[in-house]
């Protein structure tokens, strides 16, 4: 059962336009979000983050959605870069468990068209 | 300092051999995790440590054997694996339970 999904696969986008990614959730009980970038043959790099009770979040180029009501939340990134192509994966977890119970999505390959 | 340090980077092994993956953190991160993940699929826990104690165990084989011999790191001991072992091991810290993790780049390991 994946309770986290990405149905994206993957993702191209032109230079300096706006990607966004999305993500939807199954469990009700989620109340912590993230979103990781990672290139190929390293670890997940943290992004940005989300708590259920704030339905954005920004941090520079990057500005997280949550929509609790329709357990779904998207990465916008813009403008687009040529170094942001890399697979995103999105993640949650419960308050009370934390990273213990920290699901990821499938990810999403993104890819930018200079 | 803001990394999670992992070594080898990559490693190749017999299905007899003992090896042991090694994890540090400096950022005083009281939370370490073991992640495995095979090709196009997500990061699934093995192990968390808080608090330098094992908290979490996700009905991992024996063949695997987690150590943290202190706050600063993490060991994966590993003996008489499986090809189907095979994957990119990643290790990762954060400060508490409830905070982000860091991820360190990953051991590529390969059985053999």
């Known amino acids: 059962d994946q309770q986290v999904k990405q149905n994206s696969p993957s993702l191209s986008v032109q230079e300096g336009r706006i990607s966004i990614l999305n993500c939807d959730y199954t469990?009700?009980?989620?109340?912590?979000f993230l979103w990781y970038k990672k290139y190929p043959a390293e670890g997940p790099t943290f992004l940005i983050s989300?708590?259920?009770i704030k339905d954005k979040n920004e941090d520079g180029r990057f500005t997280v959605f949550l929509n609790k009501s329709a357990k779904h939340l998207s990465l916008h990134i813009v403008p687009s870069q040529p170094g942001d192509s890399a697979v995103y994966f999105c993640a949650a977890s419960a308050w009370g468990f934390g990273n213990e119970k920290l699901t990821f999505g499938t990810g999403t390959r993104l890819t930018i068209i200079p | 300092d803001t990394e999670v340090t992992q070594t080898p980077k990559h490693l190749v092994m017999g299905m007899t051999n003992k090896k042991s993956l090694k994890c540090e953190q400096h950022?005083?991160?009281?939370?370490m995790y073991w992640y495995k993940q095979k090709a196009k699929k997500p990061p699934e826990l093995m192990f968390v440590y808080s608090y330098e104690k094992l908290s979490i165990n996700e009905s991992v084989p024996s063949r695997f054997s987690p150590e943290c011999p202190n706050s600063s790191l993490l060991n994966l001991h590993l003996h008489a694996l499986q090809p189907e072992d095979s994957a990119l091991y990643l290790c990762a810290s954060s400060q508490d339970r409830n905070t982000e993790a860091f991820f360190g780049q990953g051991t590529r390991l390969t059985v053999v």
């Open positions: 950022m005083g991160h009281r939370a």
């Open positions: 469990n009700s009980m989620f109340d912590y």
């Open positions: 989300i708590s259920s």
